[in-house]
């Protein structure tokens, strides 16, 4: 019986909470990076000349020099076998939103039956894996299923550890025979060559010396973690990610006793495991917490470099499912895994460094507050221009629950910046000095607690786009998402709102009143683009009517805002940075939309089985127990108990032929569009969740929220 099944997984966790936790070796800074091919590796087993050239191509400094490919690789192969690695692979992000390799051992015939370990320059620098099978938007028909992967030298490769052995990991690009981009890390490299270049040019402007232009990323990823043996009995979680059934329990979120609570044993074991394994791939993993709902926590690496950071955060994703399964966990990264609690995101925080400066710190003098400033309104320029693009850069079919429910940023694009900024850059060009503004200083009337600096930004957690002090955090990209796709839409309109800029700037060098002039520009793109500057509450009501009257778009599901790829202006904007073609657009489109309506009918249809297969006979189950003690009842000539078992029965019994009505719906609406199938799907949801509450306990088939949620 279905019940015993859950009330062994709940006594199986109950044992092992019993236990302590298994010691699982802590991170140690002696392993950081060990697994890396780091600078430390690449100094110690190539020559001199030839570590030097690398390096100088890793920072970005020089090309790619083919003539050392033979010995980078043959270096790369020894510091590898000697961290006992077999096999190499290419490790590439195709466009279904993951990770992809396919590994070869190192080995070639040497004669007489022998193998030796091997690796060229070419085997390290080209990969050709049968790529028929990913998803291209039509961009590769099958029968021509050739792809190609190349090295990105710029990403450090890594080794991956397995149970029985290692495998050498190539950061690489991944595009078709004739060229076309098929996976989400080239165009962010091209975007951040484009910012690149506009940064550049804008600096010089300013009369600044070209310096190398650093984009940063730190990406603050959100997860859940249930006992697997929880997870297992859950088919929607196994197939769809997500819980598409399960009533409210009675305590969930509400007392907000979960956010920053102390870590249980177990998890922080967990965590601990998971920065050892982070540690030595060089991923500088450093906050971890507790987050707003129950059994949600989060883990923030230090920023890097933003093509590092983006890696990074694909092997995070991994080494979060590996770490949960060894300690009988599963880590669901899904957007909205629970109904009617918080759901997970991934905090996108960007900055802007050129040479060792932080654009986009307020600064000290005049004139890095002047620099500061015309970044910051060129980058309020680009998010209200193209803020439909940055949108449809985070939708998906499962961000589609967590945006705009109370808890994630509306699907409403807008900037916080703070009330003392929006202030200054209000007196821009007014007439009346911007001057330094230094921080305020903040006491807190208690004596034993020093004198803490006020940030010039207070926290606002409902902007989707916030300025935090020296960096902006976009916190509508969602948890299981690749944080490719938003990068490369950042870097592209800021690179074109930042040419904007420098095409009326270049004239005006070496002009006695540049700084006027300066003034006027940005006032007259402020006055344009205020609307999308919003310091208040997202979540409120008030701010969609708000919104409306702005004129911000407000795209709430999938399927409009991705069109937003497709218009005219989004194209020219990318073939003009060279960052996608049109066909590769049109290609990128593709894949979203079609994703996007499997999604929805995977849903639909493990729904529907586990509606007929699991609920339905609970229900009947159910039923039946009472129609069998409502005949003995009569059997025995008793009248008490009757009524309340009548009652029972016949709510029951409606739920019954209301669950076969919605059955039959949601089959009709699989035929159909998606959108059929969403509200077929939420029909039959109230009617289980319904049933749930009235159903006896131990004939309920799913495990509960109140177990899933809890019970770790
Ligand atoms: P919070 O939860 O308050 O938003 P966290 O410390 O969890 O803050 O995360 C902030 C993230 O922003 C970290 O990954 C941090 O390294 C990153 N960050 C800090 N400065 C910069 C910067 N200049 N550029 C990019 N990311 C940055
Ligand atoms: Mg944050």
Redesign the pocket.
Known sequence: MSSSKREHAVNAVADLRARPPMPAAAASLEHYAEDVFSEAAIRRFLSKETAVKLLATISGEAPFDPEIADEVAQAMKEWAVSRGATHFTHWFQPLNGGTAEKHDAFIEPAGKGQVIMEFSGKKLIVGEPDASSFPSGGLRSTFEARGYTAWDPTSPAFIKRHANGATLCVPSIFCSYTGEVLDKKTPVLRSQQALAHAVQRLMRCFGLPDEHVHI?????QEYFLIDKKFYLQRPDLIQAGRTLFGAPPAKHQQLEDHYFGSIKPRILAFMEEVENELWKLGIPA??RHNETAPAQF?L????EDQNLAIDHNMLIMEVLRQVSERNGLVCLLHEKPFAGINGSGK?N???L?YGTK?L?DPGETPQENAIFLTLLTAIIRAVDIHSDLLRAATATADNDHRLGSHEAPPAIISIFLGEQLTEVLDRIGSGVAVGNRKPAKMRLGVDSIPVLPRDTTDRNRTSPFAF?G??F?FRAPGSSQSCAEVNLVLNTIVAESLDYFADRLEPLVGVKDFNKKLQELCHESLVKHRRIIFNGDNYGKEWLEEAARRGLPNLASTLPAIDNFRKETTKSLFQKYGVLSNTEIDSRYEVFHEVYHRKIRIEGEIGLEIARSMIGPAAEQQFGRLAAALANAKACGLKAGTAGLKAKAQKIGNGIDQLSKANNSLAAALHDGPEKIIDALRALRAIIDALELDVDDDLWPLPKYREMLFIY
């Not at 940063?216 to 603050?220: M, P, S, Y």
């Not at 923030?300 to 920023?303: G, H, S």
């Open positions: 940063t990323l730190g990406i603050e450093k906050t989060e923030a690496p230090i920023f905090h925080n960007w900055g460094s932080n986009l935090t020296n960096k955090e």
